[in-house]
Structure formats: C-alpha cells, structure tokens
C-alpha cells in the first residue's frame, strides 16, 4: 500500500533508511528501486518529490553532512580544554561513522562534477570549520589550520576505514589505538605551535 503524504522529506527518511540498512555500502548501493519499494509506490513516483537518483543522494548527503555536523558541535561542547574537545571530537566522529555506516559513506563521497557539488560543500564547510576552530583552539597557527584540518581527517578516516573494512584482525584493543593515535595526533599538533 503506497505511503499517504510523501514528499521529499520522507522520500529523503526512506532513503536514509535505506542507506543504514545496508551498512558501510548503503550510500554508493542506494536505488530508487529500494526507496519506492520502501515507500510502496513504482519509481516513476519519486521524481515527483526527488530529482532522479542524483538529487535523491543530494537529499541523503546533505542530511549526513547536517547530522555530522550537530555530532561534532555536541561533542566540542563536552568540556572547557581545547586538546580533550579535539579528542572529544575525533571520538565521536568514530562513533558516528560505526553507528551509521552508510551515513558516513555519503559525507566522505567525491562530490566532484556532481551538479550541485557547490551545495555540498557549502554545506560540508561547517563542519570543517568546526574542525578549523578546535585546531585553533590548541594553539595551531592560523597559516596552518587547513594542515591540521586535514591531519585531523585524514588520520580518523584512515583509521574508521581499516577499522569498518575489518583491517584490525589482531586481538589488541582496538579503542585503545585509537586513543593511541588521537593523543598522538593532538600532541603534534599543538607541538606545531612551536615551529
């Protein structure tokens, strides 16, 4: 039985159904076969309310990159210390990327060429500064914040990566790598303070 009173948020809540019920591939692996099954409606019934598959995944990202985005704010809220609201931070992003895989799948998608890949980023730019102010916050240079923002990413995604695609397979705690690896990384960077 088709859905009563669908429009192009609930479209967008089926197709973020959709991408958590398909785990770290949910977002690349979303159709709008799987959303109109969802909403009991044929295809063709969704372009009513979504541009295609294209605006559909627009709809999607810009959902994730909001709901990162408050992630991150709630957590840099945690505590008053600069260094403990990085780590705070890092943490929840871990968090998050493991309760909703195919979420963060779509916030760390290539946007390029896509026709409203402006949008996108203007809206990923939030949480980048977000990212940008707790980098200041322990003391980065100014001349150096986009190097932090990226040290932050990079060092987090390359870990949350490994770790969903089943990359630590030896019996150490893995939490506490990753603790490992944060104090390591905010410990260089208010070390690059200095230089």
Sequence with gaps: MPRAGLDRAAVTALALEAVDA??????????LAAVAARAGVAVP???????GLPGLRREVALRCIAELDGVVADAAGTTADARDRL???????????????????????DWRGHPDADALQTAAASVLTRLSALVADVGVPAARHVDAVRAVRAAVHG???????????????????????????VDGLVASDSR
């Design 22 to 31: 398909g785990g770290p591939d949910g977002f690349r692996g979303l159709t």
């Design 45 to 51: 019934s969704l372009y009513k309310h979504v541009d």
């Design 87 to 109: 780590r705070a931070c890092t943490h929840a992003l871990r968090a998050w990327a493991h309760a909703r895989p195919g979420r963060y799948q779509a916030v760390q998608d």
């Design 159 to 185: 870990f949350v990566a490994l770790e969903l695609a089943g990359g630590f397979g030896m019996s150490d705690d893995v939490d506490v790598s990753f603790a490992y690896l944060v104090d390591g990384l």
